[in-house]
């Protein structure tokens, strides 16, 4: 007796490459963090492997989508492979993704500061960029138009605080969140301003970000200002914005606390004594 042996469908070969560009798209974006955060090469380089990368998972989302057609239709293997790529594909698009929904609705600025007619100075950190860098020069009235339209609220900090107790405030914050410090010039005698300047760095990627905080003294009190800016590219995306508001937030809490005069001392109070016993001579005689 013959038996017939039903050939089986062969596994999907584009969702076996879209399982295949998905996968290598994650050491490709690792290589890319690597070579940023260990600065390891200039800015191009990086931002060439990191478009690879989401390339890569592009290509991954439509071949796997394509795979499923085929799968759907003919009943073929594949379908794990399909949806793996799918699903590494869409994680690391996500992020950028909402990235560009917010460059569509703010400003191309990558440079904010609570004064912009006379912006805090990058003195230290403009010796550190290189020449692919953004210039250190404030872009001008032109920019800060667009700040005041898109961040109305980045404003100087005035606080009641002494230029110290600010400095102090501030260099704390600093360190809470870990910046690197590049310059400092500490309040002294006779000098009635002080300077800060430091790098953060993205949370992802590490991009670095430059920022000042001059902190000049008001009469009993202290104004402070900030200036952030990224050192490549042309858009922020809102980051300088948000760590300005964050900074001088956490200094104007930390200056108050500082500042608070202590609870009034309460009035001393005479321990009691404790009761005298009755001598000899104060005894009421008993009766015999």
């Excluded at 007619?117 to 290189?130: K, N, S």
């Amino acid at each position: 007796m013959v038996v017939r042996r039903i050939a089986a469908e062969p596994p999907s070969r584009l969702a076996i490459w879209a399982r295949r560009f998905a996968g290598f798209s994650l050491p490709v974006v690792a290589l890319a963090i690597i070579i940023e955060r260990g600065n390891l090469l200039e800015i191009v380089p990086a931002l060439a492997t990191f478009a690879a990368a989401l390339a890569m998972a592009f290509i991954a989302i439509l071949l796997a989508l394509a795979s499923l057609v085929g799968i759907w239709r003919r009943g073929a293997e594949g379908l794990g492979a399909a949806m793996t790529a799918l699903a590494v594909g869409i994680a690391m698009l996500a992020y950028p993704s909402y990235l560009a929904a917010k460059a569509a609705r703010l400003p191309m600025i990558a440079d904010i500061t609570t004064d912009p007619l006379d912006p805090p100075r990058f003195d230290a950190i403009g010796r550190l960029r290189t020449r692919l860098a953004n210039p250190i020069a404030y872009a001008g009235l032109y920019a800060a138009e667009q700040q005041r339209t898109a961040y109305p609220d980045i404003a100087p900090l005035d606080t009641e605080a002494s230029l110290q107790t600010t400095y102090d405030a501030t260099m704390a914050v600093i360190a809470k969140r870990r910046w690197q410090v590049i310059n400092t010039r500490p309040p002294a005698p006779g000098r009635r301003e002080a300077y800060i300047e430091a790098v953060a760095r993205t949370p992802i990627m590490g991009f670095r970000d430059d920022i000042a905080v001059r902190i000049r003294q008001t009469g009993q009190g202290s104004r402070v200002d900030v200036r952030s800016a990224s050192r490549y590219g042309r858009h922020d995306f809102g980051t300088n914005a948000a760590r300005v508001r964050v900074l001088l937030a956490d200094v104007d809490e930390i200056a108050e606390d500082k500042e608070k005069p202590e609870g009034p001392a309460r009035p001393n109070q005479k321990p009691k004594q404790p009761p005298t016993k009755p001598t000899q001579a104060n005894q009421p005689t008993r009766a015999r």
